[in-house]
Structures are given as structure tokens and as C-alpha cells.
T-cell receptor, first 115, second 110 residues
Framework: AQSVTQLDSQVPVFEEAPVELRCNYSSSVSVYLFWYVQYPNQGLQLLLK??????LVKGINGFEAEFNKSQTSFHLRKPSVHISDTAEYFCAVSDYGGSQGNLIFGKGTKLSVKP | NAGVTQTPKFQVLKTGQSMTLQCAQD?????MSWYRQDPGMGLRLIHYSVGAGITDQGEVPNGYNVSRSTTEDFPLRLLSAAPSQTSVYFCASTLLAEQFFGPGTRLTVL
């Protein structure tokens, strides 16, 4: 069975500092990987996705993530955060060998950017 | 395109009441899903459908029913609401493994 572990439930960081949100997954088959962002009282918005090809994936709002198959990780990074990046971030995995429409989500990481 | 729409946005129920959360999409996606989101739990899959007439259970299906009579609509029914069903509910449709989420319904069961 697939699972996703987000290693930090909360990450406080100062504005303009770099940030890394960590995500590890487990799966017995090849997967698709996603990062979603949720701003307060809003729905989920796709930040970026890895389906195949280059292991470095660039997304919206200056975020990027690197797929590391040997370490089963898909960490999200941004070199310089803004106050507006304060939100909850979810890592998710989809089994493209099986039920392609179902995502398994991590429990989320709350990013708090302070001035 | 409106994408994925959900109604209502907010709902308060009393224990034992029933209701239907509506979900519709205009992207002609075959695959649709319902999730619930609880603090510290991420999103958990309730039910999903791979096309009209076909539904299946997800991780937390108890207390919920679904049906899929058309490609566009995928309603979620609470048969007898319980306080444990207080949550935010998201509907999603999927194309090529990418999910598109609706804005959510915030449900409180007293």
C-alpha cells in the first residue's frame, strides 16, 4: 500500500529565507507525485507535479521539487519565501499502475513566513 | 469552464439528519472522487467513480453513499449525520492523474 510522510507538521521561516518542505513516500510501483497548496479557508491548488522525465520539477510561485527515486523523496523548495507563501502544503502520490484517479495525501505542512 | 463546483459552501446539520453534497464538473472527466479534510489528517478518500454507473469505496466510506448517473455529477449522501462527520469535504475530477478540486463544503454536525 502507498503512503506519504510529511516530516514536518509546521515550518516557521523568516521572509526572504530559503525553505524546504520534506516529503517521503512508499510504494511498490512507479508513481506520480504532486504538491498542493491550500491558503486559509480555500481549496487546494496544484503547485507542481512529477509524472516522468526530468527529476527537477518547477512549479508556480517560484517553487520547485526534486524526485529522488532511491530515497523515495519529493522535497519542495523555494530559494526565497514571501509573506504570501504562508499556507498549508500537501504532498500526494498517485499509483499510475492502478487507480490513477486516487491520491494518497500526506498530513500537511504548515508554512508560516514571518517578517 | 466552471471546472469543479460544489454546493452548498456551508452546512449545519443536527445528528441523525440526512443531506446530499452536490458536485459537478464540466470538463468531461470520467474519474471523480470525494475527500474529507480534518485538521492534522490531510485529505482522506471517501468514495470514487471511474465513470457513469461505476463507484467504489475509498479509505473512509462508512456513513456515506454515492451514485454516478451522469459524467458531470457525483453527489455525496450522508445517510444519518454524526458529529464525527464534521469536516470539510472536497470533490475532485481527474484527467491523466492530475486532480482538479472544487472549493469545498464545510459541514458541521451538532
Amino acid at each position: 500500500a502507498q503512503s506519504v510522510t510529511q516530516l514536518d507538521s509546521q515550518v516557521p521561516v523568516f521572509e526572504e529565507a530559503p525553505v524546504e518542505l520534506r516529503c517521503n513516500y512508499s510504494s511498490s510501483v512507479s508513481v506520480y507525485l504532486f504538491w498542493y497548496v491550500q491558503y486559509p479557508n480555500q481549496g487546494l491548488q496544484l503547485l507542481l507535479k512529477y509524472l516522468s522525465g526530468s527529476t527537477l520539477v518547477k512549479g508556480i510561485n517560484g517553487f520547485e521539487a526534486e524526485f529522488n527515486k532511491s530515497q523515495t523523496s519529493f522535497h519542495l523548495r523555494k530559494p526565497s519565501v514571501h509573506i504570501s507563501d504562508t499556507a498549508e502544503y500537501f504532498c500526494a502520490v498517485s499509483d499510475y499502475g492502478g487507480s490513477q484517479g486516487n491520491l494518497i495525501f500526506g498530513k500537511g505542512t504548515k508554512l508560516s513566513v514571518k517578517p | 469552464n466552471a471546472g469543479v463546483t460544489q454546493t452548498p459552501k456551508f452546512q449545519v446539520l443536527k445528528t441523525g439528519q440526512s443531506m446530499t453534497l452536490q458536485c459537478a464538473q464540466d470538463m468531461n472527466h470520467e474519474y471523480m472522487s470525494w475527500y474529507r479534510q480534518d485538521p492534522g489528517m490531510g485529505l482522506r478518500l471517501i468514495h470514487y467513480s471511474v465513470g457513469a454507473g461505476i463507484t467504489d469505496q475509498g479509505e473512509v466510506p462508512n456513513g456515506y453513499n454515492v451514485s454516478r448517473s451522469t459524467t458531470e455529477d457525483f453527489p455525496l449522501r450522508l445517510l444519518s449525520a454524526a458529529p464525527s462527520q464534521t469536516s470539510v469535504y472536497f470533490c475532485a475530477s481527474t484527467l491523466l492523474a492530475e486532480q482538479f478540486f472544487g472549493p469545498g463544503t464545510r459541514l458541521t454536525v451538532l
